[in-house]
């Protein structure tokens, strides 16, 4: 299904859909943000693609997905390349506690983890993601996964009708792990690049996020706004997603700034789960 027919029908399509849990997903926005995207662009790149949403929905002919984290990007390509046998791995799994940290402590020895398989390991990312408590992904400094268990009845960690449908969505699709300014080798005019990088917290409490054992901080904030100025300047079409903070309004007004309201679905706080703003900036396109 092209963008094109997914943007006429104003709806979400069942499959593909994000195969992960992510943080900061886009798939409760994307009906807001539809009537912001390119009528037309070139290719479509994403330097932070996390659960890739917007490229599940946008569908683009020719892409690139980035990503820092590793394991991500490493799942994405086994979807891609080897789905048969990722499926078949998925399977084996079973929702249990003593399972669920048998599984989540692989990754406590480097040696004996490097040793899985890419399917094993892309397994692993999977299932712990959709079994772990609020599919929170979260990662320590030493990059361990460390939610706990989830206690859900029935977590489907292996949809394969979904991994399938993803399979042949990312049949024309380069997927590279790298940081975000890898976007600059290959962003040409009228290319369609969306960021949706690590939030700016808006409260002490909110940076609670780990995606990779790295942080993301104020100048790296800094950073993508000059990897944002720079494909501006080649003649890209360019949106990038973040808090409505006064840095980042700050930091991006020379640019359109429109107002999203989000549904915070992930606090240790019930009473917190609520609508709050988000920034979505583009350039003139």
Same mark, same amino acid.
């Given at each position: 299904?092209?963008?094109?027919?997914?943007?006429?029908?104003?709806?979400?399509?069942?499959?593909?859909?994000?195969?992960?849990?992510?943080?900061?997903?886009?798939?409760?926005?994307?009906? @807001?943000? $539809?009537?912001? =995207?390119? *009528?037309?662009? /070139?290719?479509?790149?994403?330097?932070?693609?996390?659960?890739? +949403? !917007?490229?599940?929905?946008?569908?683009?002919?020719?892409?690139?997905?980035?990503?820092?984290?590793?394991?991500?990007?490493?799942?994405?390509?086994?979807?891609?390349?080897?789905?048969?046998?990722?499926?078949?791995?998925?399977?084996?799994?079973?929702?249990?506690?003593?399972?669920?940290?048998?599984?989540?402590?692989?990754?406590?020895?480097?040696?004996?983890?490097?040793?899985?398989?890419?399917?094993?390991?892309?397994?692993?990312?999977?299932?712990?993601?959709?079994?772990?408590?609020?599919?929170?992904?979260?990662?320590?400094?030493?990059? @361990?996964? $460390?939610?706990? =268990?989830? *206690?859900?009845? /029935?977590?489907?960690?292996?949809?394969?009708?979904?991994?399938? +449908? !993803?399979?042949?969505?990312?049949?024309?699709?380069?997927?590279?792990?790298?940081?975000?300014?890898?976007?600059?080798?290959?962003?040409?005019?009228?290319?369609?690049?969306?960021?949706?990088?690590?939030?700016?917290?808006?409260?002490?409490?909110?940076?609670?996020?780990?995606?990779?054992?790295?942080?993301?901080?104020?100048?790296?904030?800094?950073?993508?706004?000059?990897?944002?100025?720079?494909?501006?300047?080649?003649?890209?079409?360019?949106?990038?997603?973040?808090?409505?903070?006064?840095?980042?309004?700050?930091?991006?007004?020379?640019? @359109?700034? $429109?107002?999203?309201?989000? *549904?915070?679905?992930?606090?240790?706080?019930?009473?917190?789960?609520?609508?709050?703003?988000?920034?979505?900036?583009?350039?003139?396109?």
């Amino acid at each position: 299904m092209k963008k094109e027919q997914n943007r006429r029908k104003k709806s979400i399509v069942d499959v593909p859909k994000p195969f992960i849990k992510w943080v900061g997903g886009k798939r409760q926005l994307i009906l @807001q943000m $539809n009537d912001y =995207f390119p *009528k037309e662009f /070139n290719k479509y790149i994403e330097p932070f693609v996390g659960g890739g +949403a !917007i490229f599940f929905y946008l569908l683009p002919e020719t892409a690139i997905l980035i990503d820092v984290n590793k394991e991500l990007i490493n799942t994405y390509k086994l979807i891609k390349n080897n789905v048969s046998e990722l499926i078949k791995s998925l399977k084996n799994h079973k929702n249990e506690k003593d399972y669920y940290y048998e599984v989540r402590s692989k990754d406590r020895n480097p040696e004996e983890y490097n040793k899985l398989s890419d399917v094993n390991k892309a397994s692993r990312t999977i299932y712990l993601n959709r079994c772990c408590f609020n599919g929170l992904y979260r990662v320590n400094s030493k990059g @361990q996964f $460390n939610v706990p =268990f989830g *206690k859900y009845r /029935n977590p489907k960690f292996c949809d394969e009708e979904n991994l399938v +449908a !993803i399979h042949k969505a990312l049949k024309n699709v380069l997927l590279i792990n790298d940081s975000f300014e890898k976007c600059l080798d290959f962003a040409e005019k009228d290319d369609f690049i969306y960021f949706d990088p690590p939030y700016v917290p808006i409260s002490r409490s909110a940076n609670f996020t780990s995606y990779t054992k790295s942080n993301f901080g104020k100048e790296d904030q800094i950073r993508l706004f000059n990897v944002y100025k720079n494909l501006d300047e080649r003649g890209c079409k360019v949106m990038l997603s973040n808090s409505y903070s006064d840095f980042i309004l700050d930091l991006y007004k020379e640019y @359109q700034i $429109n107002i999203l309201y989000a *549904k915070r679905a992930i606090n240790s706080d019930g009473s917190k789960r609520g609508e709050i703003k988000e920034l979505l900036i583009t350039n003139s396109f």
